[in-house]
């Protein structure tokens, strides 16, 4: 599966406006789950600041890098300026980009151990707070132990219900992860080949809230029939969903996670965090409820050694590997 961003466009029916389900995921996906949108605010955490150098360390196209970065700027994602003495703008991440890093690392987390092969993870986190080499762990905000999905329950919350939501006329998604990590091996990128693009992640939330069969599916998120056929082959492909039988005659299917596609779960809750902070006005669509400690919760991403959060202003990392100029 060989596509270029810049000129793989997959045609969907016409735009419409579908009712859908109140949710900060969505939200948050409709922003920043675009693979390159999510490299480009990887490298802003790295310390990239000019355009030149999301370019030379992401080699994407100028004008798909314009592109997101104006997106990211009409967010409030990243804003934009220049220094003192400096002739060229620089792109600052706002505290809402800031508050991004936690997903970022719940996306590594999962990488780091479904996607390294035999190879070691290809960054090495040092959390500066207890100067030790770490780990990225997605936990429960009340007992800080590990999510996992199967121990979590969910109900409506005060800002649940249903709002349009207009349907795009087209859309664009990379398969090749070789395109992500031309230049930096990441597994950030590696997730992102399997899941980031807006369809796959709002099939995997339809998976989260029960939902198995195709038509459901695809009722649910006014998606084209094509796109979810495509998205839902390449999540079986990878390992994320297993395709079972539920009829006696085996001919009719539903979606089911794996253990891969479980964890993916834990980035999904990395977001929604991000959603109802900053994109709920106080009133989530959703409450969590942790079966283990029997408390509401929220995902939040500690240090495998001193089980404190992990904030960008207070990490430092270590390449794996050679990066080349």
């Known amino acids: ?52 150098g999301f370019q030379s360390r992401l080699a994407i196209p100028r004008q798909t890098l314009s592109n997101r970065l104006a997106n990211l700027l009409d967010h409030n994602i990243l804003s934009a300026g220049n220094r003192p003495n400096e002739p060229y703008k620089q792109y600052f991440l706002t505290p809402r980009g800031r508050d991004l890093f936690p997903t970022m690392l719940s996306f590594m ?39 996992d999905a199967r121990e979590v329950r969910h109900r ?8 349009p939501l207009k349907v795009r006329s087209s859309t664009r998604r990379i398969s090749d992860v070789s395109l992500l990590q031309s230049v930096r091996p990441c597994s950030v990128a590696r997730s992102l080949a399997l899941v980031g693009d807006r369809w796959s992640f709002l099939i995997l939330r339809e998976g989260w809230f029960g939902v198995r069969r195709f038509e459901e599916m695809r009722e649910n998120l006014g998606i084209a029939t094509n796109i979810l056929a495509d998205r839902l082959n390449r999540l079986v492909e990878a390992g994320i969903f297993d395709r079972v039988p539920y009829s006696s005659g085996g001919d009719r299917l539903e979606y089911r996670f794996t253990e891969m596609g479980l964890d993916l779960y834990k980035p999904q809750l990395a977001m929604m965090a991000w959603g109802d902070r900053w994109m709920s006005n106080d009133q989530p669509p959703l409450r969590l409820r942790h079966r283990k400690c029997d408390q509401d919760f929220k995902a939040v991403v500690i240090c495998s050694e001193c089980k404190t959060p992990i904030h960008a202003v207070k990490t430092d990392y270590e390449l794996t590997y050679t990066l080349e100029d």
């Not at 900060?24 to 949108?37: A, G, K, N, P, Y």
């Not at 409506?156 to 709002?163: F, I, L, M, Q, R």
């Open 156 to 163: 409506d919350g005060p800002g649940a219900g249903y709002s």
């Open 109 to 147: 987390e999962f990488g780091d151990k479904w996607l390294a092969g035999d190879e070691p993870p290809p960054l090495q986190l040092i959390h500066t707070t207890c100067g030790r080499k770490c780990r990225p762990v997605t936990v429960c905000s009340e007992c800080l132990d590990p999510v």
């Open 1 to 52: 599966m060989q596509c270029q961003e810049h000129s793989a466009v997959t045609k969907e029916a016409p735009s419409l406006v579908v009712p859908a389900r109140n949710c900060s995921v969505r939200r948050t996906v409709e922003i920043v789950l675009d693979s390159w949108s999510f490299l480009i605010l990887r490298e802003a955490f790295f310390g990239v600041k000019r355009f030149d």
